[in-house]
């Protein structure tokens, strides 16, 4: 069933109030593609149809469902390297002087669009190997947040447990070797580690609040999709979240610059690029 302009206009509205992705000019296709199976199952004729339904919020569940069709999951471990080591050698070296210091007593993290959970997991593995070589960070101190709009991805995150082709992308042989026990045909994480991460759903148009302030935000490869409109204000509240001089990092592809560069000042290590507020 092909969708009409209108239509697409409906849709595309919709997907921007309930998640602040902004679906492009002329992909019709996209919303088609991903969103004909649901429009089905739903009893839907029409693109007019299903828009009547999930606008009218008499099915339960189905704006989740929408909004999980219509975002991209990908990730990886070590997603890009870059803001794993700038988180060991930078972020964490700056902090656990800190806590020598007796400054320190507390560390949070936030993985902001965490997807499948490879991202928070693999910071929570930096972490512990950091600890582990500079036994100054007690794995206490530490609270890594890890948030998606998306109920079916966190539910993966959660428990941890991966098929043998998502360990091959990005996982270092002893990493997997060191934090995993093979469980039939999945690779499941560790305890310790899993239990390092508190997964919750959120939506990044939501009120901060809640979360409480953090020390490093990782939110990346999500912004892209979002209206300029958005990135301008959801990186102003990152710059208020942060806790003073805390760390920003985004994904390869995105950039603070033209969006808020009166609250950041970019840093590099190596090649990798990170944001601390001031
Ligand atoms: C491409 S993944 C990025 C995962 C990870 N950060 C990485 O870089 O590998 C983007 C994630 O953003 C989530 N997302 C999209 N819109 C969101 C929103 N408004 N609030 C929270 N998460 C959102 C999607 O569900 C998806 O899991």
Same mark, same amino acid.
């Given at each position: 069933?092909? %969708?009409?302009?209108? !239509?697409?206009?409906?849709?595309? #509205?919709?997907?921007?109030? !309930?998640?602040? %992705?902004?679906?492009?000019?002329?992909?019709?296709?996209?919303?088609?593609?991903?969103?004909?199976?649901?429009?089905?199952?739903?009893?839907?004729? =029409?693109?007019? #149809?299903?828009?009547?339904?999930?606008? @009218?919020?008499?099915?339960?569940?189905?704006? #989740?469902?929408?909004?999980?069709?219509?975002?991209?999951? /990908? =990730?990886?471990?070590?997603?890009?390297?870059?803001?794993?080591?700038?988180?060991?050698?930078?972020?964490?070296?700056? *902090?656990?002087?800190?806590?020598?210091? @007796?400054?320190?007593?507390?560390?949070?993290?936030?993985?902001?669009?965490?997807?499948?959970?490879?991202?928070?997991?693999?910071?929570?593995?930096?972490?512990?190997?950091?600890?582990?070589?500079?036994?100054?960070?007690?794995?206490?101190?530490?609270?890594?947040?890890? =948030?998606?709009?998306?109920?079916?991805? &966190?539910?993966?995150?959660?428990?941890?447990?991966?098929?043998?082709?998502? *360990?091959?992308? @990005?996982?270092?042989?002893?990493?997997?070797?060191?934090?995993?026990?093979?469980?039939?045909?999945?690779?499941?994480?560790?305890?310790?580690?899993?239990?390092?991460?508190?997964?919750?759903?959120?939506?990044?148009?939501?009120?901060?609040?809640?979360?409480?302030?953090?020390?490093?935000?990782?939110?990346?490869?999500?912004? %892209?999709?979002?209206?300029?409109?958005?990135?301008?204000?959801?990186?102003?509240?990152?710059?208020? &979240?942060?806790?003073?001089?805390?760390?920003?990092?985004?994904?390869?592809? /995105?950039?603070?610059?033209?969006?808020?560069?009166?609250?950041?000042?970019?840093?590099?290590?190596?090649? @990798? %690029?990170?944001?601390?507020?001031?």
């Amino acid at each position: 069933m092909a %969708i009409s302009p209108e !239509e697409f206009r409906l849709f595309r #509205d919709y997907i921007e109030r !309930e998640c602040g %992705i902004r679906v492009g000019d002329a992909k019709e296709y996209l919303v088609e593609s991903r969103l004909s199976s649901l429009m089905t199952q739903n009893g839907c004729a =029409t693109f007019g #149809d299903f828009y009547a339904l999930a606008s @009218g919020n008499r099915a339960p569940g189905l704006r #989740d469902r929408i909004v999980d069709a219509m975002t991209t999951n /990908e =990730t990886l471990w070590f997603r890009d390297n870059h803001p794993f080591s700038m988180l060991s050698e930078v972020f964490l070296r700056q *902090m656990a002087d800190e806590i020598i210091a @007796g400054k320190r007593t507390r560390i949070r993290i936030w993985s902001a669009a965490c997807s499948t959970g490879q991202e928070p997991y693999s910071i929570a593995m930096t972490i512990e190997e950091f600890a582990r070589k500079r036994s100054v960070l007690p794995l206490e101190y530490v609270d890594i947040v890890a =948030t998606d709009i998306s109920p079916s991805v &966190l539910f993966s995150a959660m428990a941890g447990r991966y098929t043998g082709a998502v *360990m091959t992308r @990005g996982m270092p042989d002893d990493f997997r070797a060191r934090y995993f026990d093979k469980a039939g045909e999945v690779w499941a994480i560790k305890e310790r580690i899993r239990k390092m991460v508190r997964f919750k759903k959120f939506n990044l148009q939501e009120d901060f609040g809640p979360l409480g302030r953090f020390d490093a935000i990782f939110c990346r490869n999500v912004a %892209i999709y979002f209206s300029d409109e958005f990135k301008r204000a959801l990186f102003k509240r990152f710059a208020a &979240l942060l806790r003073p001089a805390g760390y920003l990092v985004l994904g390869a592809s /995105e950039s603070i610059s033209g969006y808020a560069p009166n609250d950041f000042r970019m840093h590099t290590h190596e090649k @990798g %690029i990170y944001y601390r507020v001031h």
